[in-house]
């Protein structure tokens, strides 16, 4: 797989990690097979998870608009029961979000033991669009990433694996799928003007994103750069990652109650 997990305080140049990779798979059909059965596997995975109630698993996606966020919750997430899962969408903060700390709509939003929690953006923007926009003095989002790395290892040391992906996609890749908003009907609703000036951004928001790669990386939360240009590759690339680090959690049921092969149902 040619998925980039950064080390900690690793510099990654965006620029030379190719958006456009399928590492050894050449077209979607030869990745079909191994998709479905991630899902599969992964819908197996959550059920035991939920049963057991110890762990839960944290899903942050992170990408450029049109980067694919969306269509990859639609597609990672189609076997698995939705009752164990919960996806939270961060918007632009309301005012009561903005009359606390950055990251007490973020906290609300972890997902409880048993659960997969997915993020679509994430405490990431904090560092990302407000850095980029200047929204907040340098010194605050400064602070941030430290911030970041302590809210991060809270989470983890209360049995939250966190799995943090940065889709990764090209310029003339998002130019595609902004136009393909413009000109499908069932698309446009997405298409958003302002999407456009961000575009123009598109160099300030590489550095913000290799900045906050380089120093919220730590062992226990690493950044995974997935090459998301093919949407088959990317879907792929995450479900393995997902299966993987589920099977390392050692799910188990939890003991069923004693003198249980003793019941009869009359
Ligand atoms: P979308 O994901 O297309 O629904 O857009 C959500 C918008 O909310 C994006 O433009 C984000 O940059 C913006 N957003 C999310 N979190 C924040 C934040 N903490 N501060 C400012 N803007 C944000
Ligand atoms: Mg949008």
Redesign the pocket.
Known sequence: MSIVVVKPGQKINLNKIDPGSTGKFKNKSEAKTQLSKNIKRMAELQNILYAEGKHSLLIVLQAM?AGG?DGTIRSIMSGVNPQGVRVT?????TEEELAHD?LWRIHQAAPARGMIGIF??S?Y??V???RV?N?VPKKVWQARYEHINNFERLLADNGVTILKFYLHISKDEQKERLQARLDQPHKRW?F?P??LQ?RELWDDYMHAFETAFEKCSPDYAPWHIVPANKKWYRNLVISEKIVETLEKLNLAYPEPAAGLNDVVIV
């Open positions: 608009d966020k969408s961060f918007k632009k903060p950055f679509n953006r405490h923007e904090d990302l669009v407000v926009h929204l997405k958003n302002g999407d961000e």
